[in-house]
């Protein structure tokens, strides 16, 4: 079992920047795949960002890349979305997530089996 726990969210203006923080308990994050979705009202959850096991590989939905760095802290088993140049259109409950499946597409849902509670960020124009 791996317990999520996402914290760093927040209300800021568009521009500003926000890093969200997912605490990770259970497991090593660098024992498993790791990331970062995001849900907005009345909208599906999606794809944001990613970072594989082995920490060599990040991914990222285009809609962020170049804004968005993810990135993990293994001696403090957490992992970090740090997110910039920030858009209402960014405003959602972003999500951590945790799963070991390989031969699942790191942008799909499927592919991860264990999610955090969520944390609200909220961008104002």
């Known amino acids: 079992q791996v317990q999520l726990v996402e914290s760093g969210g927040g209300l800021v203006q568009a521009g500003d920047s926000l890093r969200l923080s997912c605490a990770a308990s259970?497991?090593?994050?660098?024992?498993?795949?790791m990331g970062w979705f995001r849900q907005a009202p009345g909208k599906e959850r999606e794809f944001v960002a990613a970072?594989?096991?082995?920490?060599?590989?990040?991914y990222y939905a285009d809609s962020v890349k170049g804004r968005f760095t993810i990135s993990r802290d293994n001696a403090k088993n957490t992992v970090y979305l740090q997110m910039s140049s920030l858009k209402p259109e960014d405003t959602a409950v972003y999500y951590c997530?945790?799963?070991?499946?390989?031969?699942?597409?790191?942008?799909?849902?499927?592919?991860?089996?264990?999610w955090g509670q969520g944390t609200q960020v909220t961008v104002s124009s």
């Open positions: 997530a945790a799963g070991t499946r390989y031969g699942t597409s790191f942008y799909s849902q499927n592919k991860y089996d264990y």
């Open positions: 259970g497991r090593a994050v660098s024992s498993v795949h």
């Open positions: 970072i594989s096991r082995s920490g060599s590989s990040t």
